[in-house]
Nanobody, 123 residues
Framework: QVQLVESGGGLVQAGGSLRLSCAAS????????MGWYRQVPGKQRELVAT???????NYADSVKGRFTASIDNAKNTVYLRMNSLKPEDTAVYYC?????????????????WGQGTQVTVSS
């Protein structure tokens, strides 16, 4: 069974920084892509950043130049460094992973989500 465990959320003042981590564990053959999404109450979950196992990244326009995604393939872990945080970055951040896994004895390409971690930026 594959799990994603997130850490690093919390409360920070505007202009501050946080680093989120997400570690994937279980019967994983390889990582295709991992990333971060965020959601505030009453709104749809939105893309923040994604990164492939090869290091190619994609960012939402709202975080470009402030957030940096990185990946450690050996640890099956993705990170999100968030600098110059703004109150509008306040949300629950969810880790997302597209993985090649052992599923019932067969290799499958599956998508997983973490449980979410709260990031609150005060003004």
């Amino acid at each position: 069974q594959v799990q994603l465990v997130e850490s690093g959320g919390g409360l920070v003042q505007a202009g501050g920084s946080l680093r989120l981590s997400c570690a994937a564990s279980g019967s994983i053959f390889s990582i295709n892509r991992m990333g971060w999404y965020r959601q505030v109450p009453g709104k749809q979950r939105e893309l923040v950043a994604t990164i492939t196992s090869g290091g190619s990244t994609n960012y939402a326009d709202s975080v470009k130049g402030r957030f940096t995604a990185s990946i450690d393939n050996a640890k099956n872990t993705v990170y999100l460094r968030m600098n110059s945080l703004k109150p509008e970055d306040t949300a629950v951040y969810y880790c997302n992973a597209d993985l090649s896994v052992n599923y019932g004895g067969s290799q499958r390409q599956l998508r997983y989500w973490g449980q979410g971690t709260q990031v609150t930026v005060s003004s």
